[in-house]
């Protein structure tokens, strides 16, 4: 960083305030605007050197093309979906992301979708709040097998948890890790996995243009009814197929925190919406005070030591 001039940054989201004072505390420029607009932002963005976003910012081609003096992109969270990757990487624009600071909260949901389906509190809850106190009975996660598909950072925590419950654990992905050994589990062929699994839960990284991993063919190997909770992207799987296997109760639920278009487009997307075996939340895997703020640090500590800073 230049001692004359120090980098000038805007933050065009919400973000942890600890974010604000650590770039002002290593003498950047910081400029916080939260709410701004698209065409707001588009005026003003060639006064600056880095732009701090969440997933409300959107930044596009156009936005990089106007943002001549722009040297980084900073997604204060996980996912890049809303990044116009090509455009950064033709102008070699740094980007900046967090992908590890929100893993024990995504864990921590996974769980929350598992247990809140097994015992059906969603529905259960919104009867008695009607004064309808009709008692379900539901299923244990105890003695059952766990099925991840994605063994990296959410997919090993949850297998951490899942031992707490007495959870076996199977696992899938394209590349082996040792720590499998430490939950006990094992590396299966993906459809022994939806064969033997009483539960699958979803934690794998999906590219643009990626197939989905669990569709018909995968659904109709299934054995065991088992339950879905996806907590990475939805379209990892097949949504349609999802849909007929549900109907069909090959599968015996289906709890995610994210959704093939948020808000829904399509008629298939509605109707598993309105499934009475689905449970959606709007994306808040990361929203905790704990993962915003832990966010927030690595993604000032990452621009710190790219740019330098006084620390
Ligand atoms: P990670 O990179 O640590 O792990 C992903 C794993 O998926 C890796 O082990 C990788 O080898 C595996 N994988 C990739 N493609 C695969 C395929 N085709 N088949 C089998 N395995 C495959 O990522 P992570 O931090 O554990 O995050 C997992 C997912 O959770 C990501 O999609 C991420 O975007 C999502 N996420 C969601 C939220 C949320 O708010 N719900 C928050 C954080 C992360």
């Known amino acids: 960083m230049s001692k004359e001039k120090p980098l000038k940054i ?14 002002r505390g290593n003498n950047f420029t910081v400029d916080y605007h939260p709410k701004i607009n698209e065409e707001d932002l588009l005026n003003i963005i060639d006064q600056y050197d880095g732009i701090v976003v969440r997933s409300r910012t959107k930044v596009a081609k156009s936005l990089i093309d106007r943002g001549r003096n722009l040297k980084f992109v900073a997604r204060a969270g996980v996912g890049l979906d809303g990044i116009d990757l090509v455009s950064l990487q033709e102008r070699k624009i740094n980007i900046i992301h967090a992908p590890e600071a929100s893993t024990s909260s995504v ?35 105890s003695g059952k097998t766990l099925g991840l598909i994605g063994f990296g950072r ?63 063919e995968e659904f109709a190997v299934s054995t065991k009814k088992p339950g879905i909770i996806n907590t990475s992207r939805a379209s990892a799987i097949d949504g349609p197929a999802l849909l007929d296997a549900l109907k069909s109760g090959v599968i015996s639920f289906y709890a995610s925190d994210v959704m093939w278009n948020e808000p829904p487009k399509t008629q298939w997307e509605h109707e598993l919406l309105a499934h ?21 640090e690595a993604t000032a500590a990452k621009i710190i030591e790219m740019f330098g800073g006084i620390r």
């Open 107 to 141: 864990a921590e949901l996974t769980f929350a979708l598992m247990l809140g389906s097994c015992r059906r509190l969603p529905e259960l809850a919104a009867a008695t709040r009607l004064g309808n106190f009709s008692k379900e009975v539901g299923t244990e996660l």
């Open 10 to 23: 805007i933050i065009t989201d919400p973000v942890d305030t600890i974010l604000l004072e650590k770039l």
């Open 276 to 296: 009475p075996q689905v449970t959606i939340t709007p994306h808040i895997g990361a929203q905790t005070k704990e993962a915003q703020r832990r966010i927030a």
């Open 154 to 216: 959410i997919g090993y925590m949850v297998a951490e948890i899942a031992r707490a419950f007495n959870m076996n654990i199977l696992a899938y992905d394209i590349i082996a890790n040792d720590r499998i050994n430490k939950v006990s589990g094992r590396y299966v062929a993906l459809n022994d996995l939806v064969q033997n699994s009483d539960f699958i839960g979803v934690f794998v990284t999906v590219k643009p243009g990626d197939k989905p991993i669990l569709g018909k």
